[in-house]
T-cell receptor, first 113, second 114 residues
């Protein structure tokens, strides 16, 4: 799986959009970009994933650059409950034996009132 | 509600005792996983199961055992052979169909060895 680079921390004001960047310059053509988040002492929560098109769901939007070397997760109206560590993961989507998730350092997002 | 449940949330064990962590899912997923997370660390795969009655060792299986007798259940036993069992244990499941096999996680069990 390709390596990802994320800023260690970010701050955002409540009600504003939070834009979390991720660099994955070595991504392969069959690798997807996944985003998870982990609130302290809870299990990781799946947010969104995509291959090359921009994606949106009820939680967030994922913008992937045309060359696929970077992406941005957008939380459109951040709330205090969005404070968490956000992980960008690049991996082959289809099942392979021992399809493990590898979390990097992630970005600690702090939403301030 | 569909999801993954893990119990208990907190577990204390005396050194030398075996303990079993529960993981149940009602998502009808074929694949289930156990991960371990240490403070400030990422996830490490302990065991995984692609289908009922089959499971494989992950990266750190020593000192752990599992069973997969039912599709919805994948209990993990931490044995006395595990030298450093204090950690946060996470169970996940996925349905490897279509183009992706997104893994969904339970709330976790925090095990402390006294």
């Amino acid at each position: 799986d390709a390596k990802t680079t994320q800023p260690p921390s970010m701050d955002c004001a409540e009600g504003r959009a939070a834009n979390l960047p991720c660099n994955h310059s070595t991504i392969s053509g069959n690798e997807y970009v996944y985003w998870y988040r982990q609130i302290h002492s809870q299990g990781p929560q799946y947010i969104i994933h995509g291959l090359k098109n921009n994606e949106t769901n009820e939680m967030a939007s994922l913008i992937i650059t045309e060359d696929r070397k970077s992406s941005t997760l957008i939380l459109p109206h951040a709330t205090l409950r969005d404070t968490a560590v956000y992980y960008c993961i690049v991996r082959v989507a289809r099942w392979t034996s021992g399809s493990r998730l590898t979390f990097g350092e992630g970005t600690q997002l702090t939403v301030n009132p | 509600d569909g999801g993954i449940t893990q119990s208990p949330k907190y577990l204390f064990r005396k050194e030398g005792q075996n303990v079993t962590l529960s993981c149940e899912q009602n998502l009808n997923h074929d694949a289930m996983y156990w991960y371990r997370q240490d403070p400030g660390q990422g996830l490490r795969l302990i065991y995984y199961s692609q289908i009922v009655n089959d499971f494989q060792k992950g990266d750190i299986a020593e000192g752990y055992s599992v069973s997969r007798e039912k599709k919805e259940s994948f209990p993990l036993t931490v044995t006395s052979a595990q030298k450093n069992p204090t950690a946060f244990y996470l169970c996940a499941s996925s349905e490897p169909s279509g183009a992706t096999d997104t893994q969904y996680f339970g709330p976790g069990t925090r095990l402390t060895v006294l």
